[in-house]
């Protein structure tokens, strides 16, 4: 039993971390607005070059082959920073999903490449347009199909860098790739627990630009974060952070299992994590007062792409019924905390 | 990152359940806050623990416990919930004193006190608040005055939990003249020593759960103090940490109970309202997100870290996760929540109601949340006071 991370995995976190939150500022983040662009290309091939990209896959796939644990922290860290390109999504959820289920495919040897994915939890398909293939569900098949095979429209979002499409496209037999449903259940956990990590960045985020603020900005000649009205927010917005981290962690080191215990709590570490990115988001826009409700004050990035996430591969209900499931059909209790099936 | 217990951990947990299956009373103690018969038997309690090694599992043998780690530790506390062992009457001395004695304390003050708290022969109270200094700690009035190998107490300590039955206390004690968090020392006196008068105060379950303390010219030797003269009010804020960091509420506590309340929840699934289900599942996982960052810490603590001003957040969360477990508990129960345990159809109330009223405190006691979120605003987040 050791609920803690080696100095690698730590020292790699703090490198991604820094990357992120040193490329892809609110600055940047407006710049690329302006610009109506979808990837910034400097931002995206550091990330690349550090090998972010490359976590999750095998070897054989030129891979660093390594585990949800270790990527957890660079979700975080894309949702601290409010990243835009896809690097969760198809680096944490597409890319190991198609190196199972076609290894040979092209679009793995090159790791700037991304991959977006369908899944019938989500009515959009993600980050589409930049994509170089698509993992796409027909009926019970999947498909793998070229960019240049499907057609898009483009489905606004409240998240200005969310870029969510409709997928039109016909399936053939040469677009057809065998799966397992395990290969499908494996990719679900994955994004939702990922989506769990971002929410904890992306609360974090939202706490840090309010607890900023409430130091600077002064009412009756005081800070004020001096008030213990605009501190309890914060603290109470904090403690929701810390209670959610602990989950996505564990959830991170139990998700190969892929039984009930494990289900329940990639869908526990989903609901808390969105949940404290919620609260922390509302509770930071309050701090800010008439400045957090406008477009000028950044917060907003952090606070709607919480709320997409939120609803994005199972809503809330879809994950309490998980953990219920988990609760209801096996024992619970002290002893059962670390329990799983028998392998 | 490995969360599983290894074969040593699993065979821990099994040599801890079955002593608590050969040992744990058949019929529930009476509450150790109720009578004198309840408290007494819970300190026979403690010493049919101590007979099995189990005193204070974390102490280092010499003083009466059995050196072992804090995972053991979360372990044996599992365990010892599961089984519905008894409450541990002296968490005033094992819970709080007991690891600040062992931080701060010399050789023969660990020697002299440990032993004997962890075997239940001395239970402790603890003498924080005064009737003017709650939550602003540093306002205590109480004075300490040396003469030659002593300290005369003289002072008024109030809301003291196990004051009425205990054999010891310990509080903050001021020398004259002195002001805020300058010149407390932190003071043990025994509760019936000439010059100390406790009366009891009431609960709201009617229970004589805390007291208040008035001393007048009570001697104790200079021994009694912990750590150096004025300064005690940074021993206290150690004690504090534990109280609120890791030992005060085990995880188990509420685990146990998220399973009850899940069990209670299938009886009556049929005739409460469908949107229960919905806190029955919250209920589950705040009690393991509770457990789950217990562990994390209890790891990195083992790996040498220590507990920042982040234990406020834990104070926080499970007071507040008990209070919604056991409303929802008696929001199944509905209109029979009211019924006390006696009531002719109370049927299978059983504790839930007195374990909701005792939950209520849990905001308040051990410095209150609203102490704790300044704490966390200020020392965590870094905002002006």
Same mark, same amino acid.
């Given at each position: 039993m050791n609920f803690t991370y080696t100095e690698e995995q730590l020292m790699f976190a703090e490198t991604a971390r820094t990357l992120l939150t040193d490329t892809c500022?609110?600055?940047?983040?407006?710049?690329?607005?302006?610009?109506?662009?979808?990837?910034?290309?400097?931002?995206?091939?550091?990330?690349?070059?550090?090998?972010?990209?490359?976590?999750?896959?095998?070897?054989?796939?030129?891979?660093?082959?390594?585990?949800?644990?270790?990527?957890?922290?660079?979700?975080?860290?894309?949702?601290?920073?409010?990243?835009?390109?896809?690097?969760?999504?198809?680096?944490?959820?597409?890319?190991?999903?198609?190196?199972?289920?076609a290894p040979d495919h092209d679009v793995l040897t090159d790791p700037s490449a991304t991959i977006a994915i369908q899944h019938p939890l989500n009515p959009f398909v993600a980050d589409a347009d930049t994509a170089t293939?698509?993992?796409?569900?027909?009926?019970?098949?999947?498909?793998?199909?070229?960019?240049?095979?499907?057609?898009?429209?483009?489905?606004?979002?409240?998240?200005?860098?969310?870029?969510?499409?409709?997928? %039109?496209?016909?399936?053939?037999?040469?677009?057809?790739?065998?799966?397992?449903?395990?290969?499908? %259940?494996?990719?679900?956990?994955?994004? /939702?627990?990922?989506?769990?990590a971002q929410g904890l960045g992306l609360a974090q985020r939202a706490i840090d630009l309010a607890v900023d603020y409430a130091k600077e900005r002064t009412q009756f000649g005081k800070p004020i974060g001096s008030y213990q009205a605009v501190k309890h927010h914060l603290a109470s917005a904090q403690v929701a952070v810390e209670f959610a981290r602990p989950v996505v962690q564990a959830a991170a080191a139990a998700i190969g299992r892929q039984?009930?215990? /494990?289900?329940?709590?990639?869908?526990h570490a989903k609901l808390v994590a969105l949940e404290a990115a919620d609260q922390a988001g509302r509770s930071s826009i309050q701090v800010h007062g008439a400045m957090g409700y406008s477009w000028e004050v950044d917060v907003h990035f952090f606070l709607k792409r919480a709320m997409a996430l939120t609803y994005a591969w199972g809503d809330p209900a879809f994950h309490r019924a998980r953990v219920a499931e988990r609760l209801f059909r096996h024992p619970a209790g002290p002893d059962q905390l670390f329990a799983h099936e028998a392998a | 990152m490995d969360l599983a217990y290894t074969p040593e951990q699993d065979a821990f947990r099994a040599e801890v359940r079955a002593w608590l299956e050969a040992h744990v009373p058949a019929t529930p103690l009476e509450h150790f806050d109720a009578t004198r018969e309840g408290f007494e038997a819970h300190r026979d309690w403690e010493?049919?623990?101590?007979?099995?090694?189990?005193?204070?599992?974390?102490?280092?043998?010499?003083?009466?416990?059995?050196?072992?780690?804090?995972?053991?530790?979360?372990?044996?506390?599992?365990?010892?919930?599961?089984?519905?062992?008894?409450?541990?009457?002296?968490?005033?001395?094992?819970?709080?004193?007991?690891?600040?004695?062992?931080?701060?304390?010399?050789?023969?003050?660990?020697?002299?006190?440990?032993?004997?708290?962890?075997?239940?022969e001395e239970i402790w109270a603890q003498a924080w608040s005064e009737p003017q200094a709650g939550s602003d700690l540093a306002g205590v009035r109480a004075t300490a005055v040396r003469e030659g190998d002593e300290y005369v107490l003289n002072g008024h300590k109030i809301w003291s939990s196990r004051a009425v039955f205990a054999d010891w206390a310990f509080g903050l004690f001021r020398e004259p003249g002195t002001e805020r968090h300058k010149g407390l020392s932190l003071i043990f006196f025994p509760l019936d020593a000439p010059g100390v008068t406790v009366n009891a105060i009431q609960k709201i379950n009617g229970h004589a759960g805390f007291a208040e303390i008035f001393l007048e010219d009570v001697r104790v030797p200079a021994f009694n103090r912990l750590g150096d003269e004025g300064q005690g009010w940074h021993i206290c804020m150690a004690t504090a940490g534990f109280e609120r960091g890791l030992m005060l509420r085990s995880p188990a506590r509420y685990q146990v109970a998220a399973a009850k309340l899940a069990a209670l929840y299938k009886q009556h699934e049929n005739s409460v309202d469908p949107a229960i289900r919905n806190d029955v599942v919250r209920a589950f996982m705040n009690a393991e997100a509770y457990a789950l960052s217990i562990y994390s810490t209890a790891s990195k603590l083992m790996a040498g870290a220590k507990i920042g001003p982040e234990a406020s957040t834990?104070?926080?969360?499970?007071?507040?996760?008990?209070?919604?477990?056991?409303?929802?508990?008696?929001?199944?129960?509905?209109?029979?929540?009211?019924?006390l345990p006696t009531a002719p159809d109370a049927g299978d109330v059983g504790d839930w109601l007195d374990d909701y009223i005792f939950a209520l405190a849990g905001?308040?006691?051990?410095?209150?949340?609203?102490?704790?979120?300044?704490?966390?605003?200020?020392?965590?987040?870094?905002?002006?006071?």
């Open positions: 500022t609110p600055a940047h983040l407006r710049e690329m607005m302006a610009r109506g662009e979808a990837r910034d290309d400097t931002r995206w091939n550091a990330i690349v070059e550090t090998g972010l990209t490359l976590v999750l896959l095998p070897e054989a796939a030129g891979g660093l082959d390594l585990a949800e644990v270790d990527f957890a922290p660079i979700a975080e860290a894309a949702g601290y920073a409010g990243l835009p390109e896809p690097l969760v999504e198809s680096a944490g959820v597409a890319a190991p999903l198609l190196a199972a289920i293939v698509l993992i796409l569900r027909h009926e019970n098949e999947t498909h793998v199909v070229a960019a240049s095979a499907v057609s898009l429209t483009r489905e606004e979002s409240i998240d200005p860098f969310r870029r969510l499409f409709r997928v %039109d496209w016909s399936p053939t037999a040469e677009t057809r790739v065998e799966a397992d449903q395990a290969g499908w %259940d494996l990719a679900l956990d994955r994004a /939702a627990l990922f989506a769990a039984d009930d215990h /494990a289900r329940a709590r990639v869908s | 010493r049919t623990l101590k007979s099995g090694d189990w005193g204070m599992v974390t102490w280092p043998r010499e003083y009466g416990g059995r050196g072992l780690d804090l995972i053991q530790w979360l372990i044996f506390e599992e365990e010892y919930y599961r089984a519905g062992a008894p409450g541990r009457v002296n968490q005033n001395g094992i819970f709080l004193l007991g690891p600040t004695l062992i931080e701060f304390g010399t050789p023969e003050q660990k020697g002299r006190f440990l032993p004997a708290m962890a075997s239940g834990n104070k926080i969360f499970w007071s507040e996760l008990d209070i919604h477990l056991h409303q929802t508990a008696l929001a199944i129960l509905g209109p029979r929540a009211e019924l905001p308040i006691y051990a410095g209150s949340n609203e102490i704790q979120r300044n704490i966390i605003a200020e020392r965590m987040l870094g905002l002006p006071r």
